[in-house]
């Protein structure tokens, strides 16, 4: 079966750094994606980890260990704006054409 | 990525009632799909919407419930059908095209339908 855990709130100061923790059981592996969905608004595409390993984006990182299941998204220098849900979701199926997500894990940044 | 439209972006509908949602995508793509979203939640997938042939649904829902079409490549419907207030929630439309890594592979998500059933 396929199931991703993650924890359901976080706070965080404005400025300070936040790492997102995400575990996963697939049958199967194709990669791991991060989202982010502010409030009545569609996900958008943060990063995508097939590899072993930390993936930087300016102030947003991503981390993936295959052997452990496990994947973070680290964000720095936080800023209000990046209150929000953190979805990540694994590929699943006979092609790796459909997603399957985490519960979503709430960031709230206060000043 | 390609761009979704999707409407309505809300609805309030009475019980008994159905309610279909439009998702018109502005290029071809290759997969379309239906998720349903609950106050507070993630997504769950419905189904694969397939061209040309019946949707593909996970497990706990059926065509009776959320019937699907897709006459084309640009263009999918989710009809709720038969409401009850349960099924009140966020019904997405989310597509994948032609994408790489560095673009999340193409997947693209429309800004929802919030129905709410009383």
């Known amino acids: 079966g396929q199931n991703i855990d993650q924890p359901t709130e976080m706070t965080a100061t404005e400025g300070a750094i936040v790492q997102i923790n995400c575990t996963y059981q697939?049958?199967?592996?194709?990669?791991l994606f991060w989202y982010q969905q502010h409030a009545g608004e569609a996900p958008t595409f943060l990063s995508y980890?097939?590899?072993?390993g930390l993936e930087e984006k300016g102030r947003f990182s991503s981390f993936l260990s295959r052997s452990k299941g496990y994947s973070y998204l680290l964000l720095k220098e936080l800023q209000m704006k990046d209150s929000a849900s953190y979805l990540c979701?694994?590929?699943f199926g006979s092609g790796y054409n459909k997603l399957i997500f985490g519960a979503g894990t709430r960031l709230a940044v206060h000043p | 990525s390609a761009v979704i439209s999707q409407k309505p972006s809300r609805d309030i509908c009475q019980r008994g009632t159905s309610l279909t949602i439009q998702c018109q995508v502005d290029?071809?793509?290759?997969?379309m799909f239906w998720y349903r979203q609950q106050p507070g939640q993630s997504l769950t997938l419905i189904a694969t919407?397939?061209?040309?042939?019946?949707?593909?649904?996970e497990s706990g829902f059926v065509i009776d419930k959320f019937p699907i079409s897709r006459p084309n490549l640009t263009f999918s419907t989710l009809t709720v059908s038969n409401m009850s207030p349960e099924d009140s929630s966020i019904y997405l439309c989310?597509?994948?095209?032609?994408?790489?890594?560095?673009?999340?592979?193409?997947?693209?998500f429309g800004s929802g339908t919030r129905l709410t059933v009383v």
């Open positions: 979701a694994a590929p």
């Open positions: 989310s597509a994948q095209g032609s994408g790489d890594p560095e673009t999340g592979y193409g997947y693209t």
């Open positions: 980890n097939v590899l072993d």
């Open positions: 290029s071809q793509v290759t997969m």
């Open positions: 919407a397939n061209q040309g042939s019946e949707a593909t649904y």
């Open positions: 697939t049958s199967g592996f194709n990669g």
